[in-house]
């Protein structure tokens, strides 16, 4: 066994929040690192020591150069002592090179072993353990298969969080959807590998969390339902999954553990799967604590965070199978700086006054604080939201409720369309797929609510929870910027809907183009948006070029309309 006195956390926002609460109850010691970006985060005054990494004193502020720099965590692991590192979630979590690196510096890496993190963190490699462990997996086409039956899902071999990842209808738009998807991926996980698998339209997503220690101990500790997701990114998590049969529920649950002893698995992971009707599917397994454990620890009463540290250690599992027991339901949502009327566009800036709900059957886990910065360089996740009661309708009111009482000022994010979600009847009655939010892009302002009439979350009037009308004139500058970026169809400026980086220029000035013909593309706290054509017409001005940082509304490409036959005082010939 070894002794952890002091963890690095690898990681920064409320994951490492969440970890400092457990290593400080434990006595254990912790070490945060931060960014440029992160110098003045929850995360750093939280901790009992805090490290800046990056290369010099370049800034820092880009996770290349700090949070995904493995040999500037090792410096600040070295310079701080700490014995043991957490990689958290994202970010190096399911980087086996990270964890073969931190072994070989002599820490202890709280996570699995990293030829499992190697191999069960590619959907190709997984596909195969899958098998011989007697585990469903969806049939896979090559990419140039003439027999290809539409519609297919392209995606990341490499990784997950909905990152590389694409629908696609129809052979003509495969081309595009797999070039988009491999840079995606290369840009997430430095690996443009992909998939093409049958895609299931009406499937569910239902995932068992796994433990197991170093000795051949293998649990599940329950599975939790995230069907409700927007761009293959989860949105809301449950458990129990409220859909699924006891009989279905034991054929997930014994799969999980057959693919988890397998591999050889140590650590907590998660063993995801597609479930259609009767059938399921693996999807991948996740090597890591997910961002979802809150729900998992609320209704088994276990601290996953702290079991984690103690089989790191050595320690045998102190749990046997028939000592895991869920007892009521648990409902977590995801707040994201995002702009649920635009498309989610992730967003970023200062946030003004932030209140987190508090209160009998919810927990925040969060580390957004009044007055505190979103900086555009990281995932838009801000906090989570947890609601727990006897039974799911019990639980969901919690959420409900919490979420009436949560307030964020000055900065777009998806509060309003949360409540509208937890509040509507397809929520009630468990009818969400995983592709469900993607066919009603208009939920959060024309949503079948179980209350007769208008909400406030229907009007335009500068309603706000938990605080006064929000005046035209108190609108954040960010705001006014994307209604500007909104607009553009109407004058024919196509611009940037939100802050980030140029990584694709498709047209050229001069050039003539269709609406909706694909412009170029702008990356954005990891995610991929496709920028198109708002007419018919001509390339008049390109305003940025691949690689180039650009501020939210920015002018990237202006398409002049053609001018009609009317217009131009002829005659139509026809």
Request: hydrophobic share 45%; aromatic share 6%; glycine share 8%.
């Amino acid at each position: 066994m070894t002794d952890i006195t002091k963890i690095l956390i690898a990681n920064r926002g409320e994951i490492a929040l969440r970890i400092i609460r457990t290593a400080r109850a434990m006595g254990i010691r912790t070490v945060a690192v931060y960014s440029d970006a992160d110098r003045e985060a929850a995360h750093v005054t939280a901790a009992d020591e805090a490290v800046r990494i990056g290369v010099d004193d370049s800034d820092s502020s880009a996770p290349t150069a700090s949070y995904l720099n493995i040999d500037a965590l090792l410096d600040a692991a070295k310079e701080s002592g700490a014995d043991a590192v957490h990689p958290g979630y994202g970010f190096l979590s399911e980087r086996a090179a990270f964890a073969r690196a931190c072994g070989d510096a002599g820490l202890v890496f709280i996570g699995p072993p990293p030829d499992v993190i190697e191999a069960m963190g590619r959907k190709d490699y997984a596909r195969r353990i899958a098998e011989q462990a007697d585990v469903p997996v969806l049939p896979t086409y090559q990419a140039d298969d003439p027999n290809m039956h539409f519609p297919v899902l392209v995606k990341a071999a490499a990784g997950g969080g909905g990152k590389g990842m694409r629908i696609v209808r129809n052979a003509a738009d495969l081309s595009d959807a797999l070039a988009a998807a491999r840079r995606e991926a290369e840009s997430a996980f430095g690996d443009g590998t992909l998939l093409v698998e049958r895609y299931v339209e009406h499937g569910r997503h239902v995932e068992v969390q796994v433990l197991a220690d170093a000795y051949g101990t293998v649990l599940h500790l329950g599975e939790r339902d995230c069907s409700v997701q927007r761009r293959h990114q989860k949105v809301v998590e449950e458990s129990p999954a409220p859909t699924i049969s006891g009989e279905l529920r034991e054929q997930l649950l014994s799969a999980a553990v057959r693919l988890t002893a397998q591999v050889s698995y140590v650590n907590a992971g998660t063993v995801e799967f597609l479930v259609s009707d009767d059938e399921f599917f693996l999807l991948e397994m996740n090597t890591r604590l997910q961002v979802e454990h809150p729900v998992t620890e609320l209704v088994t009463g276990l601290d996953l965070v702290e079991l984690q540290i103690r089989i790191a250690a050595g320690e045998r599992m102190p749990l046997r199978q028939e000592d895991v027991v869920s007892r009521g339901h648990a409902i977590e949502v995801r707040v994201y700086a995002e702009d649920a009327e635009h498309g989610f566009l992730p967003q970023a800036g200062r946030a003004g006054v932030v209140v987190w709900p508090h209160g009998e059957g919810v927990r925040v886990d969060a580390a957004l604080r009044s007055f505190d910065e979103v900086p555009p360089w990281y995932d838009p996740m801000i906090g989570k939201v947890t609601g727990y009661g006897p039974d799911r309708e019990s639980a969901r009111r919690a959420i409900f409720g919490a979420l009436a009482e949560s307030r964020i000022d000055s900065l777009i994010t998806n509060l309003a369309f949360l409540r509208t979600l937890l509040g509507s009847s397809q929520f009630a009655e468990a009818t969400i797929d995983t592709a469900w939010l993607d066919r009603h892009p208009d939920l959060p302002f024309h949503p079948r609510l179980e209350a007769d009439g208008p909400t406030p979350f229907d009007l335009r009037d500068g309603w706000r929870l938990a605080g006064p009308p929000l005046p035209a004139r108190a609108l954040s500058t960010q705001a006014r910027a994307a209604a500007a970026a909104s607009s553009a169809p109407l004058d024919g400026v196509v611009r940037a809907p939100m802050p980030g980086t140029v990584i694709a220029v498709k047209v050229a000035a001069g050039q003539r183009v269709s609406a909706s013909e694909p412009l170029g593309a702008l990356e954005a706290m990891k995610m991929e948006h496709t920028l198109t054509a708002p007419h018919d017409g001509v390339v008049a001005r390109v305003g940025a070029s691949v690689g180039e940082q650009v501020s939210i509304g920015a002018e990237l490409f202006v398409i002049d309309a053609e001018p009609t036959n009317a217009a131009s005082g002829t005659e139509d010939p026809s």
